[in-house]
């Protein structure tokens, strides 16, 4: 059985309306009207033991809410969660040992106190072994330079230690599951690069899984290998990265730096544009044409003096799917069939 | 099985000690601040103390009551808010823990909800300003009203603190119950609270029937204050009372927190977190 199985998951909020205005406001003060919004509609998945996995969507599409209902801080209105045999909510206590979370945007360690404060409590709360906290607090140190910083107060870290100090917070117990919540937001590249090899390195040996939700697809693309996309409360798309990049990322860009102004060029397949007199984009699918037959077409025929060659980054895939640009194929592994054309039919 | 029931209470125990630590702390941290807020907090009550004794003294004494026993009475409220404070700031700060956040903290944690809220806080300025009132007008008031300090009366007294300080946390908690509808209840809160609160500085007897019902049965800070005086004082108008109520305030207190923790815990199914603020 999977480590993690979630069936026909739904939640509901009521949220109070509230009309425009002060007279608005003073008859929705007097008269509560609510409507009942679905953020997760009927959410099924299943993850392994040592899976990492993305949970991708545009703000408020339910992904927040799930990760909520597999955390044990909400309660589903209806379908069920079993992380490892327990119920988060109803074994909340019993999940919570064995579970870590990282909120990228809120910390757990005291603000006012030295982050070894905070270790210690966690280490009592957790009922962490003298051994293991000894060994994790040197590792931590190693891998993420926690050590320079242990006796500091929180609100004098800067946000990248802060984070670091965040996920060893996490770590203290040794999980057997993880979730991160946009662990590399405000971020600088060499900070991200850090968090995601120390992240790799915890999957690697000690085969803890983990979830994650986040905006940067950079974090995706280098952590996870499946990518679950939520919108709208359904799952769209749930498979590897590497497959959406290999069926919608075919088309290629190839620029072109010319010594002199070339003049009008026709080729097969190609569409021109200029970027400027001596400077033209190519743009192709990679099946029909051959970069290499291109290239070497190009530079018998013309002066060249640069070339630069573009595929497109999954980011702008995953904007296009967002935006409703991308039909899915139905034929792609991961795609919930039942789902498109449910939404299809929705937009009709 | 025994031994593990009691290893499970030393490990509270202890627990709740280094979150006292942490906490102690932090008031250290800024010192000076921290002791202007006790020092704040005192003058705010001394001065309610000093307004009600100037009002006072032109009637010299109302149904009886000397301005010394009014006093006394006066101190089991701020004694036992005092002690109140000290254990249970977490429950008065509860539903500010839902609208920032922490409360979604403490579910992610393999520990009991009630023990996280009580022991993640404490405010020794509140403690302090209030039980500094408490104890300068039970020292100037407990001599002068005659009360005799054998094993049986500190014995009451004890009780009826710790039996005040639970029906006021009862009350806070009742309050903090709707934060899990509607978010925000501070001001629920404060207009029941706090105008009850005003209500028992002086003996029930001189209110209309209808508002020593309420201060008996609905915000029963007739138990807090007003019972527990009497048991020393026996003033004449405990006649207007059955006689029983001088001993119930554990039995309320006990009863009311049994009560809402159960209306608490109905309320935790619909918590629906703090909006969007975390993830």
């Known amino acids: 059985m999977a480590f993690i199985s979630v069936e026909n998951l739904v939640k509901d909020y009521r949220i109070n309306s509230r009309k425009k205005g002060l007279l608005g406001a003073i008859s929705s003060f007097l008269i509560r009207e609510s409507i009942l919004k679905r953020a ?7 993850i392994e033991k040592g899976e990492m996995v993305g949970f ?41 040992s064995r579970m870590g979370v990282v909120f990228g945007q809120r910390t757990q360690l005291w603000w006012d106190l030295p982050v070894s404060d905070t270790f210690d409590l966690l280490r009592y709360i957790y ?36 984070m670091r100090a965040d996920i060893a917070a996490a770590l203290l117990h040794d999980p057997e599951i993880i979730f991160f919540d946009e662990p590399t937001i405000g971020l ?31 974090d995706i693309e280098k952590t996870c290998n499946r ?4 919108d709208n409360g359904v799952i769209i798309y749930d498979g590897t990265t590497n497959e959406i990049k290999d069926r919608y990322g075919r088309e290629r860009s190839l620029i072109v730096d010319f010594g002199e102004n070339p003049g009008d060029i026709c080729l097969e397949g190609v569409t021109i544009c200029g970027e400027g007199e001596k400077k033209k984009k190519f743009t192709f699918n990679k099946s029909e044409v051959q970069v290499s037959s291109l290239i070497s077409r190009l530079t018998q025929e013309y002066s060249v003096l640069d070339l630069t060659i573009r595929e497109p980054e999954i980011e702008s895939i995953i904007r296009e799917i967002y935006e409703g640009g991308i039909d899915f194929d139905k034929s792609l592994s991961g795609i919930c069939q039942e789902v498109v054309s449910e939404q299809r039919s929705l937009q009709n | ?61 109302i149904k009886g009551w000397e301005m010394n026993e009014m006093l006394f009475l006066y101190s089991f409220l701020f004694l036992s808010y005092s002690l109140f404070i000290f254990f249970f700031t977490g429950i008065r700060d509860f539903d500010d823990m839902v ?10 944690r393999p520990l009991g909800l009630m023990f996280q809220i009580i022991s993640s806080r404490i405010d020794y300025c509140a403690t302090v300003g209030h039980g500094a009132v408490g104890i300068i007008l039970l020292l100037h008031t407990a001599g002068s009203a005659g009360i005799e300090w054998n094993a049986r009366n500190l014995l009451y007294y004890i009780t009826a603190l710790i039996g005040g300080a639970i029906i006021q946390a009862s009350l806070f908690m009742l309050s903090s119950c709707f934060s899990f509808w509607a978010v925000k209840t501070t001001n629920l809160r404060n207009l029941i609270f706090f105008n009850s609160r005003r209500f028992a500085g002086y003996p029930i007897s001189f209110y209309p029937a209808v508002i020593q019902k309420m201060l008996i049965f609905i915000v029963p800070f007739a138990f807090v204050s007003y019972f527990p005086a009497q048991f020393f004082l026996r003033k004449p108008d405990i006649e207007m009372f059955w006689s029983g109520y001088l001993y119930l305030t554990p039995v309320v207190g006990a009863a009311m927190f049994a009560l809402v923790y159960a209306f608490w815990r109905l309320g935790l199914k ?4 703090s909006g969007n603020s975390m993830y």
């Open chain 1, 40 to 46: 997760v509609n009927d959410i099924s998945f299943t």
């Open chain 1, 127 to 162: 009922k962490v072994p003298e051994k293991t906290f000894k060994h994790n607090m040197e590792m931590f140190n190693d891998m993420l330079g926690i050590g320079d910083f242990i006796n500091q107060a929180t609100r004098q870290l800067s946000l990248g230690q802060r």
């Open chain 1, 56 to 96: 991708i969507g545009p703000n408020g599409a339910g992904k927040s809410t799930t990760v909520k209902m597999l955390t044990g801080i909400l309660v589903p209105t209806s379908g069920s969660i079993s992380i490892g045999g327990l119920s988060p909510y109803r074994d909340r206590k019993k999940n919570a």
């Open chain 2, 1 to 61: 099985m025994e031994t593990k029931g009691t290893n499970k209470i030393a490990e509270f125990i202890y627990l709740f000690f280094i979150y006292s630590k942490l906490n102690t702390k932090i008031m250290l941290e800024y010192k000076l601040d921290r002791f202007l807020l006790a020092f704040a907090v005192f003058f705010r009550e001394i001065i309610s103390v000093v307004v009600m004794v100037l009002i006072l003294t032109r009637f010299v004494h």
């Open chain 2, 270 to 273: 619909s918590y629906s977190s």
């Open chain 1, 227 to 230: 990518m679950v996309i939520i």
């Open chain 2, 99 to 108: 609208y920032n956040g922490e409360f979604d903290r403490f579910l992610i």
């Open chain 1, 188 to 218: 600088d590249v060499v900070a991200k690069e850090k968090i995601r090899e120390f992240i790799r390195f915890i999957n690697r040996e000690k085969g803890v899984t983990m979830l994650f939700t986040t905006h940067d697809m950079a």
